[in-house]
């Protein structure tokens, strides 16, 4: 009997957060890792919530992509040891000894100590560095520009507690090395797309880092078009950093244009050099759209207008009440009519008209594959299951929760178009037309501006908010 061979293991890594936006931090490395190929191993249950995260890659370019790629990496080492005490951290360090062992000659290098949430005195790191002497590297000590860099990292995961001042590396959870492979390269952009730096933005207009972490969910590339049906200032124009083309449309054009000539889209696009990727730019009601023809975007990217800074209008009619009903000359009777004008209506946010409106959207315009990815008002965790349940699975056709994240006020939520059938262009349902016999299902995000402001009373109070 010939024994099977052993499966091949994978490269290790240590990956660095930022110290924000915790719940977004695995979605986004998976996002990334389909949008170039390849498989992530995660542990059997990953704790996102903490600074460091040990995954499995299939090889070392797979770590350099998601180091340059995903706004919320800090930084990508090759994983050698871990421990609770540096005893235990020295001990698995030997064990591990051949995925070292090949720097050890003629290499030069340097040693990196550092901590999160607390401060590792000068004096008691070179006591740490020279606890790593049994490794014996015998290459140049270079403190600029050395071929490897051995990353020492420590986590003190006891947020909001006094920390008594010491000359040692006082209390930590756990001690963690390796070799860095690379730093963090897209971590960067949040401060180069600055909101405050931009040369046109409005009061709506979303920060930089949800605009960034927002794209890597739609797998922006280049040659990819992806469309946002209520671009407003533009702020979710940003894929185009990452070589993707972009279609905006709103229905109030003065957002998209601002007081200049040249729309402001345009020229806080010029100010980044990605000018060029935004196709056009267009006035219309989504819901009153002029597509014609289905399946033209790879993603859409959307962060739909909620009540709070901004209400969420449509096209509507409604009778002029200043002014009198006429008669109808033409007619002979005494049948009258009265004189109607083309106004904004509220849109109101319920499942359905907002967001199932967002759903036909997609299923309609939607490359086989494609993602919506989008923003939704929500004020319990009770939303995911009644979003997925009646604007997806209510409105016809296969998609996919591939993610949906968030806190109270917006949830991000990422739909994947999982079916090749075609659709007909959706027929949109005024929410003032649905049936109102009690029946109908209301999610959490209704009347979400009057719990929105009425949670931040609350919270001036010092009350808890649900």
């Keep these: 009997m010939t024994t099977p061979p052993r499966q091949q293991m994978g490269l290790q890594c240590l990956l660095v957060f930022a110290q924000a936006h915790e719940e977004f931090r ?4 998976q ?3 389909e949008l170039h190929g390849f498989e992530v191993t995660f542990p059997p249950f990953p704790d996102a919530s903490r600074p460091f995260m040990v995954l499995e890659l299939e090889s070392e370019s797979h770590a350099r992509v998601l180091a340059q790629r995903c706004i919320l990496v800090k930084s990508v080492c090759e994983f ?5 005490t540096y005893e235990e951290l020295h001990e698995q360090i030997r064990k591990n000894r051949e995925r070292w062992s090949k720097y050890t000659h003629d290499t030069s290098f340097k040693f990196s100590i550092s901590a999160y949430n607390h401060t590792i005195p000068q004096r008691r790191m070179k006591d740490v560095i020279e606890g790593f002497s049994y490794m014996d590297f015998r290459g140049r000590i ?8 051995l990353a020492c990292l420590k986590n003190r995961d006891k947020r909001g507690t006094i920390r008594h001042k010491h000359e040692g590396d006082g209390d930590f959870e756990e001690v963690f090395f390796g070799r860095l492979i690379e730093e963090g390269t897209a971590r960067p952009l949040v401060k180069t797309f600055d909101v405050k730096k931009r040369t046109y933005y409005g009061n709506t207009s979303m920060e930089a880092e949800i605009s960034l972490l927002m794209a890597n969910q739609t797998l922006a590339a280049p040659g990819k078009l992806i469309y946002d049906p209520f671009i407003g200032t533009g702020s979710m124009a940003y894929a185009t950093h990452f070589g993707a083309f972009v279609f905006g449309s709103d229905i109030d054009g003065r957002q998209m244009r601002g007081k200049e000539k040249q729309p402001g889209i345009i020229r806080a696009a010029a100010q980044y050099g990605v000018a ?6 267009c006035t219309f009601d989504v819901t009153r759209n002029p597509w014609r023809c289905g399946e033209m975007f790879d993603a859409i990217i959307t962060d739909p207008p909620y009540g709070v800074r901004a209400g969420a209008k449509r096209l509507g009619r409604k009778a002029r009440p200043d002014k009198p009903p006429r008669a109808n000359p033409q007619s002979h009777s005494s049948q009258t009519t009265l004189t109607t004008t083309v106004h904004t209506a509220d849109h109101a946010l319920r499942a359905i008209s907002l967001v199932v409106d967002l759903v036909l959207l997609a299923r309609y315009l939607l490359r086989p594959r494609g993602r919506l990815v989008f923003f939704l008002p929500t004020v319990t965790t009770s939303t995911k299951r009644s979003i997925y349940n009646h604007a997806v699975r209510g409105h016809g056709g296969r998609r996919e929760l591939a993610a949906n994240f968030g806190s109270w006020g917006r949830r991000l939520i990422t739909i994947r178009k999982t079916t090749s059938e075609r659709y007909p262009p959706p027929t949109f349902t005024s929410a003032a037309d649905a049936p109102d016999d009690g029946l109908a299902h209301t999610p959490a995000h209704k009347d979400f501006r009057e719990k929105y402001f009425q949670g931040s009373r609350n919270r001036g109070r010092g009350d808890a908010w649900a």
């Design 276 to 281: 060029s990727r935004i196709l056009d730019l």
């Design 26 to 29: 695995i979605p986004e490395i």
């Design 142 to 149: 270079d403190m600029h520009s050395p071929e490897v860099v």
């Design 31 to 33: 996002s990334i890792a």
């Design 80 to 84: 050698y040891g871990r421990g609770k």
